[in-house]
């Protein structure tokens, strides 16, 4: 049976999971597609963007990154800025300013930004700088935990070199310094989600596959159930255990969901390039994690993905200048204006424009999930990206000061005509931390409630003021 | 210079305990050879090995080191200045583990790479190595990798009989369950008692114990329904295959479990297969291999005897020099020197694999030292030996480095220019900035990874460092940083700084140097170390203050402890550690017999009593 059909799958419990139809499916099976319920998609850069601020080296940035007035997206306001890239989508998009994290105590300001950006949490240990952990679980992980079918995770992608500041993947936790694993390789992400639905496979191989880890599985569950009794198990081991155990229950009850042929086969070859750090390599494996992703949402295997580009501080990665042709140096480096990790070091020349450059590669790849979410149509012929939300945020505000302050977010999709769309609109609070309620946000327009089973005000510290960002509500 | 020996030490802020030397003070003139006479004499005469009753005793045996390496510094039966402490009892395997443990499972190559199929884990909260045992987890993503990494590796080895023979266990009357049939495999004609034997013999290599009843009646039901679930394979390899694929996903094999609960003395005894796998994971970072297996079924795993005479045995297989290595690549970063990028317009002639180069150096330099030459701490950071090819020798001004080509040889570099692993191009390039050397991070890496000082992270928005205009690096950075009454001074001043400045003398890719800009550097300073101040004069004597400090071989130790048991230290491990520090420190054993020392100790041989929380 041919993978890029409607099937049916039975699930271990003896439900039968209808399966929703991607862009391969012929006409007639697509008038039957599912339209899932609302989702978050949400793509991470780090060290902020080269906006207009004073430089570290006694001259005056220009501002490159955000519209030129708020209101209603046009060509002319969005022109000459990183964000012009998304002028195809503009209608699709609302560019928020003045989004402010808060200043919390990490010892630095990319442990600040990149653990706090998902989790509106402070430091478990302050002062940690690159061994901090976050105080809570992020937003991406309790939409999965509350909204994907049977509490599965939702899928965490990480593309470049793995390693370094913050220890690589970093932006996804389950709880406080729990933090979560990555897929670096998409091929991994892909047959996670295909289960027992391999590309090629017969059906009755696949079930025959399906009847084989159902057996194997009660036997390891039996395994778990035992050790999990055991009397002086601790509360972390048990813990670590009920983990493992969950995840076996989960997993038994896939969704098969294929990719396009040009996926797949770029999958193939995936092992070779996706753990570099060449910016080339980056971006093929970053487009891959979101044809992924969007094959994940479209088929409701998850709620919420998470895809975070470089480590902590992406300091592995090195971006192509389209000018050029040539690698320019880390971002990281480009970030600080210097040839450093810190303070010190030689200026780099025309840092602020190769920060710009590295700004719209990121806006291209955003570029490039807010089109696959647009091509694919649900039965009713509207885009996939009209019922959920594609998420470009930064944890940092600007390069060399790592300020808190009006952090990039970027929201692609209205989750259902939840937000407006087509506008560059700043939201008012003054400098005060807005960030969390920028979370609760995000979070109540795909389907988050508090515990009084309100719209999400709570997400995050709880020592900071509850809300939303009503202003952003269509 | 002066260092006080016999000093109290703080260790880590947070968990402070005094340490009490019980050798005399000796001052220790790192110029003359006061000092290495008085080591000596230490040697010869203080070489600490297994005492029963919890005493240490001194034997003078006379051995060198390289002669004595049979001589275990084990500590049995102690009192509970060195208890066991709390740590986990299911510590998931490591990718590595995990990958070494399929290897050994099937007798496969070195070239197996199944773990690629399992999604990374992440690093967390600064623990320095790989094995955290308190964070890794099995969580969806990694389950589905295991799941599939399983089929395909019981696809691969059962469905070839050259791949399936090798490691099929012996079945036939008398045989020892574990052990492996020299090919082709005895075959029991009763298929049920094939099946059953099959079961018994994987099983215990993949659980590392025998299995219960229960466990062994759920694997044959498993098997017998091979032949339904795999209907294109004969009966007893598809029933192997399923039994295979499950094995690799029960949490017996994917975890090192230990379920002993029975309390003794105020310790909780490991079964003789608890203790093999703690060694082998410890040591080898694998499975038991059929020796241990054979020692537990034997139950002589409690015997201290029986224990140190494996762990000798294990240390003198290749694959520890593995596991050392492993761990001193994490513990001087050496995976990070590939990162090394020195600006091109300043150093142009850099070899093009400086990063792989420097990393070779320092790896082939701690193998040589710590097994060759069976070097102790002090070793590592005051030997004057390395090896280089012809690209690193020239760098060290080694003048016939050119004929070197691209073998890596062992040289003796210039005693006055450098002395251990701290002065070598790998630590020094690392810890550069682009173009100059950068004291402040030399410093930092000294002071929290050896002499395990806590430091806090530097304030938000601090201003880049000015323009040398006409100052030396050191200059700058002391303007900058040791301004007086100013946050940057209080931890520049006294802690980092003064750790950093003394190798002022090697720039950014690490080569020696008298001047810097124009000026001649300045390499004395005066680092807190062990709570006392010391005046050195330069890095040589910087890393003759390392070696004679207890603070130094303690936070060295600790980092052993951290590493064998998966896990930061606690307040329970203070004695071990102690122990383990003086053993270094005043004893100057071996780095080998120490880790033997470590893992023959009661602390390793037993579980507390209480569990972690």
């Known amino acids: ?474 | 210079m002066s260092v006080p020996n016999g000093a109290n030490r703080n260790f880590r802020d947070v968990d402070p305990f005094r340490v009490r030397v019980s050798c005399e003070t000796v001052s220790v003139h790192t110029s003359t050879l006061a000092a290495r006479i008085a080591r000596m004499l230490l040697t010869l005469t203080g070489v600490c090995v297994l005492a029963c009753g919890g005493e240490i005793s001194v034997r003078n045996d006379g051995d060198s080191p390289a002669r004595g390496a049979g001589n275990i510094a084990s500590i049995s039966g102690g009192p509970e200045t060195e208890p066991p402490a709390p740590s986990t009892r299911a510590a998931r395997l490591t990718h590595p583990q995990w990958e070494n443990s399929v290897r050994d499972l099937f007798h496969l190559g070195d070239d197996t790479s199944f773990s690629k199929m399992l999604r990374s884990d992440p690093v967390q909260s600064g623990f320095l190595f790989d094995n955290n045992s308190t964070t890794l987890s099995v969580d969806d993503a990694l389950w589905s990798g295991y799941q599939r990494a399983a089929e395909q590796i019981a696809e691969y080895v059962t469905t070839d009989a050259s791949r399936l023979n090798p490691w099929l266990p012996a079945v036939t009357p008398g045989a020892a369950p574990g052990a492996t049939a020299a090919p082709p495999p005895a075959t029991a004609t009763d298929p049920e008692a094939r099946a059953r034997g099959f079961v018994e013999g994987f099983g215990l290599r993949a659980h590392r114990r025998p299995l219960t009843a229960q466990e062994r009646d759920e694997y044959l039901a498993l098997f017998r329904m091979g032949s339904a679930m795999y209907p294109g394979m004969g009966g007893f390899e598809a029933g192997a295959r399923l039994v295979v694929e499950a094995m690799l996903q029960s949490p017996h094999f994917l975890y090192r479990l230990e379920q002993s609960a029975d309390e003794r003395a105020g310790k909780i005894p490991l079964t003789s297969y608890e203790v093999a796998s703690r060694l082998s994971f410890a040591l080898w970072n694998t499975m038991p291999d059929a020796a241990l297996l054979e020692s537990a079924q034997a139950n002589r795993l409690i015997e201290s005897g029986e224990v140190a005479a494996q762990a000798q045995r294990m240390l003198a297989d290749p694959r520890a020099q593995e596991v050392v290595g492993h761990f001193h690549d994490q513990l001087f970063q050496v995976g990070r020197f590939e990162s090394i990028k020195p600006a091109p317009g300043v150093f142009p002639d850099l070899p093009t694999n400086f990063g792989a180069e420097v990393a070779t150096e320092q790896r082939r330099f701690v193998r040589e030292t710590l097994f060759a030459g069976q070097g102790g701490f002090e070793a590592l950071i005051t030997s004057t030996d390395t090896y280089v090819n012809a690209d690193l020798g020239k760098l060290y001004g080694i003048a016939n480095a050119s004929s070197f080509g691209s073998d890596f040889r062992k040289v003796t570099l210039d005693a006055s220019q450098r002395r251990g692993i701290f002065t070598q191009l790998g630590f020094l390039a690392l810890n550069a900035t682009s173009v100059n050397p950068d004291p402040i991070h030399r410093g930092v890496f000294l002071a929290r990874r050896f002499t395990c000082a806590t430091i806090s992270a530097p304030p938000a928005m601090v201003p880049p460092l000015p323009e040398p205009m006409g100052r030396t690096n050191r200059e700058t950075v002391e303007a900058h940083t040791q301004m007086p009454g100013t946050i940057c001074a209080s931890c520049h001043a006294s802690i980092i700084n003064p750790l950093g400045f003394p190798f002022e003398s090697y720039d950014a890719i690490g080569r020696y140097r008298t001047m810097d800009n124009n000026h001649p550097v300045v390499t004395s300073s005066d680092p807190t170390i062990g709570g006392q101040q010391v005046h050195v004069d330069n890095a040589l004597d910087l890393a003759e203050a390392l070696a004679d400090s207890a603070q130094a071989h303690q936070c060295y130790m600790q980092h052993w402890l951290e590493f064998a048991y998966g896990r930061a230290q606690l307040p329970d491990d203070a004695g071990m550690i102690a122990k383990l520090a003086k053993l270094s420190h005043e004893d100057h054993q071996p780095v080998l017999r120490l880790i033997t020392a470590l893992v023959t100790s009661p602390a390793f041989l037993n579980r507390s009593t209480k569990e972690l929380p």
């Not at chain 1, 003896?14 to 978050?40: H, V």
């Not at chain 1, 509360?235 to 989960?250: C, E, K, P, T, W």
């Not at chain 1, 999709?413 to 005060?432: M, P, T, W």
């Not at chain 1, 005000?457 to 709880?462: C, K, L, R, S, T």
Request: charged fraction near 20%; hydrophobic fraction near 35%.
């Open chain 1, 1 to 474: 049976m041919k993978l890029g059909r409607r099937r049916v799958l039975k699930g271990i419990g003896g439900a039968m999971l209808a399966l929703p139809l991607l862009e391969s499916f012929d006409p007639p099976a697509r008038a039957q597609k599912a339209t899932p319920g609302p989702f978050a998609i949400f793509f991470r850069q780090a060290n902020g963007v080269a906006c207009e601020q004073n430089s570290q080296l006694g001259y005056r940035e220009p501002e490159r990154f955000w519209p030129t007035a708020t209101g209603a997206l046009t060509a002319e306001t969005m022109m000459g800025r990183a964000v012009d890239e998304l002028l195809e989508h503009r209608e699709r998009v609302l560019i928020v300013g003045n989004v402010n994290m808060k200043d919390y105590e990490y010892g630095d300001g990319h442990a600040r930004g990149a653990l706090q950006g998902l989790t509106a949490r402070g430091p478990t240990t302050p002062g940690a700088a690159g061994d901090s952990e976050a105080s809570g679980p992020s937003l991406d992980h309790r939409i999965g935990a509350e909204l994907n079918p049977q509490g599965r995770d939702s899928l965490f992608l990480y593309a470049g070199a793995d390693g370094g500041w913050l220890g690589g993947s970093c932006i996804s936790y389950r709880g406080p310094a729990q933090r979560r694993a990555a897929f670096r390789n998409p091929k991994g992400a892909f047959d996670s989600l295909a289960g027992a639905q391999q590309p090629g496979m017969s059906a009755d191989a696949s079930d025959l596959l399906t009847r084989r880890r159902a057996s194997i599985n009660d036997l390891v569950r039996g395994q778990m159930k035992r050790l999990l009794a055991h009397p002086r198990l601790s509360a972390g081991d048990r813990s670590r255990l009920q983990l493992h155990f969950d995840s076996i229950r989960s997993l038994e009850v896939q969704l098969g969901c294929q990719l396009e042929d040009a996926s797949l086969q770029m999958l193939d070859g995936v092992d070779a390039f996706y753990a570099s750090g060449d910016g080339d390599n980056v971006w093929k494996t970053t487009r891959l994690h979101m044809d992924i992703a969007t094959m994940a949402v479209a088929c409701g295997a998850t709620r919420s993905v998470a895809i975070q580009v470089g480590n902590g501080n992406d300091s592995n990665n090195r971006y192509r200048d389209p000018d050029t042709g040539q690698l320019m140096e880390n971002f990281h480096y480009i970030s600080h204006r210097r040839l450093s990790h810190d303070a010190n070091g030689t200026p780099i020349p025309g840092a602020d424009l190769l920060h710009h450059k590295c700004d719209r590669q990121f806006a291209k790849a955003y570029k490039y999930l807010l089109d696959k979410l647009t091509a694919n149509k649900m039965p009713d012929g509207s885009p996939l990206l009209d019922h959920g939300i594609a998420v470009w945020y930064n944890d940092l505000g600007n390069g060399p000061d790592h300020s808190p302050q009006s952090t990039p977010f970027v929201i692609g999709g209205s989750a259902n005509g939840y937000f407006k769309q087509g506008q560059y609109l700043r939201v008012g609070g003054g400098g005060d931390p807005n960030h969390n309620k920028m979370l609760n946000t995000l979070g109540t327009a795909v389907g988050l409630r508090n515990q009084s089973g309100g719209p999400l005000d709570d997400f995050g510290d709880p020592g900071l003021p509850k809300g939303l960002l009503d202003e952003l509500k269509a």
